[in-house]
């Protein structure tokens, strides 16, 4: 043995896959799958015959869950797809920054202040104004692969 000491950077994740694998065959419309490398909601689902080459092809079509960009992708059917792990988690909206930057409560009690405002305008509008009102907002963020975004938006009533 060595008398070396080794260091390690750590990740601030547990080394967690960001996704899984799925046969294509068995993935279901309002399913997630990733397209292109982002993560995706199938929206429509269709499967070919088999061919001369003996595999049936699906055909998967996805809306990103965070730009809401339509992408196509065929699979054959006994092949394996990726997966996300998609999470949506509910926070309290504290503050919202100049910057665009929002501040929300955790379950635990700690301030989460590294999410953007949502780029849906009618999102993002209901915020601010429900906000600007005083009222007691909590977003829904969805995550997956590395990124979050704010998703839905529910009035819990006034402070």
Known sequence: MSDE?????????????????????TIRKNGYIVIK???CKVVEVSTSKTGK?????CHFVGIDIFTAK???DIVPSSHNCDV???TRTDYQLIDISEDGFV???????DTKDDLRLPTDENLLKQIKEGFAD???????VMSAMGEEQICALKDIGPK
């Open 53 to 57: 080459h003996g595999h049936a092809k």
């Open 5 to 25: 000491e080794h260091h390690f950077e750590s990740k601030a994740d547990a080394g967690a896959s960001k996704t899984y694998p799925q046969q294509a065959g």
């Open 37 to 39: 490398g982002r993560p």
């Open 103 to 109: 501040s929300l409560l955790t379950e635990s009690g």
């Open 84 to 86: 996300p792990h998609v």
């Open 70 to 72: 339509k992408l196509e």
């Open 134 to 140: 005083g009222k007691d907002l909590v977003v829904s």
